[in-house]
């Protein structure tokens, strides 16, 4: 099984950037599609950015052109570089394997991101 440590959240004001970090233990990390996903207080979890295993991005709609998600495989680390942030992106910052979060396992404990109007 697969630990990950999310790191990087903080409180911004709106406009500002982050860099969110999700330290991963584990051999098959470099072959695994890895995502971003983030909760608001009263919302479902939702996939923010994903990359897999070869370095295809995708983005929800709201984040796309101001999130980046890479990896670095020899650092068994995948980063979410936020930029433009907004309030709305409020959110606890969640990283895990497309797989375990499609069956809702191997949570992490989060990182905490707080934007400032």
């Known amino acids: 099984q697969v630990r990950l440590v999310e790191s990087g959240g903080g409180l911004v004001q709106a406009g500002g950037s982050l860099k969110l970090s999700c330290a991963a233990s584990?051999?098959?990390?470099?072959?695994?599609?890895m995502g971003w996903f983030r909760q608001a207080p009263g919302k479902q979890r939702e996939l923010v950015a994903g990359?897999?295993?070869?370095?295809?991005?995708n983005y929800e709609a709201s984040v796309k052109g101001r999130f980046t998600i890479y990896r670095d495989n020899s650092k068994n680390t995948v980063y979410l570089q936020m930029n433009s942030l907004k309030p709305e992106d409020t959110a606890v910052y969640y990283c895990n394997s497309i797989a375990a979060a499609t069956i809702n396992v191997n949570w992490g404990q989060g990182t905490q991101v707080t934007v400032s109007s």
């Open positions: 990359i897999s295993g070869g370095g295809i991005t």
């Open positions: 584990g051999s098959i990390f470099s072959s695994s599609a």
